[in-house]
C-alpha cells in the first residue's frame, strides 16, 4: 500500500527526491515517515511528518539538508535530499503510522514501502 521510489546513485554533495505513493488507503489521517537501513546498522528514522504536516521530525545527521513534505490530495510524501553524503547511503523506507503523531520508534509505524536504495559516491 506504500510505494518508495527515486532512490539511485548518486555523487556526494548531490541531490535526489524520494517519492512515497499510498494506494488502497487515504494516509491524511496518519504521520508520515521516511527510514533508513544501511549495512550491518539499525533501521533509523531520518524524518517525519504528523497528520497535519504542522509538526516534522529529522534526525541531526540530516538537518538543514533534507526536507520531508506530504500532499494529502495525491496520497504521497516526499523526502527532498540535498547535499547528499556518502554516509547517506542506505535502503530508504516510508511508513506510516496511524493517530497522527510523530515517533522515532519503527514499531509505531502500520504500514510500510519496500524500501529505495541510495548510493552516494564519494
Known amino acids: 500500500q506504500l510505494q518508495a521510489s527515486g532512490g539511485g546513485l548518486v555523487q556526494a554533495g548531490g541531490s535526489l527526491r524520494l517519492s512515497c505513493a499510498a494506494s488502497?488507503?487515504?494516509?491524511?489521517?496518519?504521520?508520515m515517515g521516511w527510514f533508513r537501513q544501511a549495512p550491518g546498522k539499525e533501521r533509523e528514522l531520518v524524518a517525519a511528518?504528523?497528520?497535519?504536516?504542522?509538526?516534522?521530525y529529522y534526525v541531526d545527521s540530516v538537518k538543514g539538508r533534507f526536507t520531508i513534505s506530504r500532499d494529502d490530495a495525491k496520497n504521497t510524501v516526499s523526502l527532498q535530499m540535498n547535499s547528499l553524503k556518502p554516509e547517506d547511503t542506505a535502503l530508504y523506507y516510508c511508513?506510516?503510522?496511524?493517530?497522527?503523531?510523530?515517533?522515532?520508534?519503527?514499531?509505531?509505524?502500520?504500514?510500510w514501502g519496500q524500501g529505495t536504495l541510495v548510493t552516494v559516491s564519494s
Open positions: 511508513a506510516a503510522r496511524f493517530g497522527g503523531s510523530i515517533t522515532l520508534s519503527t514499531q509505531g509505524y502500520t504500514y
Open positions: 511528518i504528523s497528520r497535519s504536516g504542522g509538526s516534522t
Open positions: 488502497g488507503r487515504t494516509f491524511s489521517g496518519y504521520a
